[in-house]
């Protein structure tokens, strides 16, 4: 029985060192070399960047006013669950591809006048009480992107692409001085979104950014959302 147990664990040592050779002792992320439930010669290919969280600063430009926000507090984020396509012969080339949900905030001294369906900002006015107003999207989308760098664990990378989906109605926040808060949905908000992304650095860790093609608004006020943060790979 002993003899059976030493020839069983060499065995299996034997082929822990053949395997060994096919994946990273490396994971800068959580399960980054996982690969379902596929035999673990498979995993040559490795996959990345297939859970990624977005932290990002947020403003708005406007045609007439420029950008809108004004605190370090326009803060917002993306939980990004992507697929990947890597190709054997170009071992530097994938496509990547998934769903986002993204909520953002823009901390702002603008306000907003909406009449005949058309969005408009105005500067605050002595005379108004508000102290800031903040401007809430959350949105649903498809990020399309290719991914440029070699799949090893300390290697940089470059994914520039795109995304198009569904943004949901704006909500204004307006806080006073005296703590109240009035809330109210932006109507005319228009559903379409599609724009633009990069993600530079590290195998975990890059340096994110983005932009929005599309109106924020259907008809009024010409504005373009803004994004730039950190990205982290959790696997």
């Known amino acids: ?21 096919l994946i990273s002792r490396y994971k800068p992320g959580l399960l980054w070399h996982y690969n379902g439930f596929r035999p673990i010669q498979d995993s040559k290919l490795h996959k990345y960047d297939r859970f990624i969280i977005d932290v990002t600063y947020n403003d708005w430009l406007s045609k007439n006013h420029g950008g809108l926000s004004s605190s370090w507090k326009s803060i917002g984020f993306n939980a990004n669950l992507m697929f990947e396509k890597r190709f054997k012969k170009a071992n530097n080339f994938s496509i990547g591809y998934g769903l986002r ?96 992304h990069c993600r530079f650095g ?13 109106e924020m608004f259907k008809e009024g006020e010409s504005v373009h959302p803004i994004q730039f943060g950190f990205s982290y790979s959790l696997f």
């Open 1 to 21: 029985m002993k003899i059976l147990l030493i020839f069983s664990f060499f065995l299996s040592f034997v082929a822990f060192g053949q395997q060994d050779k």
């Open 101 to 196: 949900y993204g909520l953002s905030n823009v901390y702002s001294q603008y306000k907003t006048v909406v009449f005949h369906n058309q969005v408009k900002l105005t500067q605050k006015e002595i005379s108004d009480s508000y102290v800031h107003n903040i401007f809430r999207e959350s949105s649903l989308v498809i990020p399309f992107e290719i991914r440029l760098g070699q799949p090893r664990p300390r290697s940089w990378k470059v994914n520039i692409g795109g995304y198009i989906g569904y943004g949901f109605p704006v909500r204004q926040i307006t806080k006073f001085s005296n703590g109240d808060k009035l809330k109210m949905v932006l109507a005319p908000n228009f559903g379409l979104r599609y724009g633009v």
């Open 202 to 214: 590290g195998r975990t860790l890059a340096i994110f950014t983005a932009y929005q093609l599309s």
